[in-house]
């Protein structure tokens, strides 16, 4: 009598690669899942006032139109509309207030409360301009903070300050960074040399090879939000785990 094949047998190799697809697919899935902290953006602030339309250009090139409460991470690159106004509360409550037309990269924002020795607080200012109010950083930590622009870096000494930066032929006043210190000191370095700014004082500087330089009287700082950005903006926002979610879906664009 002849043997008929097993069925199991014919079979096999069909649940063999049923088997091996199974398996990619949950090591595909348990990658991602490990993966995921790894890729993830840092949480670096909150926004809390706007005038106007900001957009957030993600690292990964992703773009988000931003809304009060909106949260900004480490390599974003904020950019306000002419009209716009935005001011962002970092994780220390430190406060940095775009105008409008304005461009700022946010490096790395590092900050723990009991981990004084991690903190990191670098930007770049690309374009536009600024007021920076110092937080619980720049009060601890204030040689952690790195202001960035076409013609110079800017530190601080506990501060309050304003930058601005006038591209060729973008205004009536000489090109360069100009700066209003309204609090604390500044301290301002480049390839051509480096000053320091103290409260009720305005600086120059017209170059990245050329001495950052003082000026006498206000050299037609452009800075002038609405009432409610010199009011306090709403309660402190807690630590990088405390901060509030959003109250509006951002729109992304990839």
């Given at each position: 009598?002849t043997?008929?094949p097993?069925?199991?047998?014919?079979?096999?190799?069909?649940?063999?690669a049923?088997?091996f697809?199974?398996?990619?697919l949950?090591?595909?899935?348990?990658?991602a899942?490990?993966?995921?902290p790894?890729w993830a953006?840092t949480?670096a602030g909150t926004?809390?006032?706007?005038?106007?339309p900001?957009?957030?250009?993600?690292?990964s090139?992703?773009?988000?139109?931003?809304?009060?409460?909106?949260?900004?991470e480490n390599?974003?690159?904020l950019?306000?509309?002419?009209?716009?106004?935005?001011?962002?509360?970092?994780i220390?409550n430190?406060?940095?207030t775009?105008r409008p037309?304005?461009?700022?990269?946010?490096?790395?924002f590092?900050?723990?409360?009991?981990?004084?020795e991690?903190?990191?607080?670098r930007?770049?200012?690309?374009?536009?301009?600024?007021?920076?109010?110092?937080g619980l950083?720049?009060?601890?930590?204030?040689?952690?903070?790195?202001l960035?622009?076409p013609?110079?870096?800017i530190?601080?000494r506990?501060t309050?300050?304003?930058?601005e930066?006038?591209?060729?032929?973008?205004?009536?006043r000489?090109?360069?960074?100009?700066?209003?210190?309204?609090d604390g000191i500044i301290h301002v370095a480049?390839a051509?040399?480096a000053?320091?700014?103290?409260a009720?004082q305005f600086?120059h500087?017209p170059?990245?090879?050329?001495?950052?330089?003082?000026?006498?009287?206000?050299?037609?700082m452009?800075?002038?939000?609405?009432?409610a950005?010199?009011?306090?903006?709403?309660?402190e926002?807690p630590g990088?785990s405390?901060v509030?979610?959003?109250?509006?879906?951002?729109?992304?664009?990839?």
């Amino acid at each position: 009598m002849t043997s008929q094949p097993s069925r199991t047998t014919a079979t096999e190799p069909a649940h063999a690669a049923l088997r091996f697809l199974t398996a990619l697919l949950l090591c595909a899935l348990l990658g991602a899942l490990l993966g995921a902290p790894a890729w993830a953006a840092t949480v670096a602030g909150t926004v809390v006032q706007l005038s106007g339309p900001l957009l957030a250009k993600k690292a990964s090139g992703a773009v988000k139109i931003l809304s009060v409460r909106s949260e900004v991470e480490n390599g974003d690159t904020l950019v306000t509309e002419k009209n716009t106004y935005a001011l962002v509360r970092f994780i220390d409550n430190s406060e940095i207030t775009l105008r409008p037309a304005s461009t700022l990269t946010i490096e790395n924002f590092s900050f723990d409360n009991a981990k004084p020795e991690g903190d990191q607080a670098r930007f770049s200012l690309v374009k536009g301009g600024l007021r920076s109010v110092t937080g619980l950083l720049g009060k601890r930590s204030k040689e952690k903070f790195e202001l960035k622009a076409p013609t110079a870096t800017i530190g601080i000494r506990g501060t309050t300050f304003i930058a601005e930066y006038v591209a060729d032929g973008a205004a009536e006043r000489p090109a360069g960074l100009y700066l209003q210190v309204l609090d604390g000191i500044i301290h301002v370095a480049n390839a051509g040399g480096a000053a320091s700014f103290a409260a009720g004082q305005f600086g120059h500087v017209p170059g990245p090879a050329l001495a950052p330089v003082a000026v006498p009287a206000d050299p037609g700082m452009q800075f002038a939000p609405p009432p409610a950005f010199n009011a306090p903006a709403g309660p402190e926002t807690p630590g990088r785990s405390g901060v509030a979610p959003p109250s509006a879906v951002d729109c992304e664009v990839r």
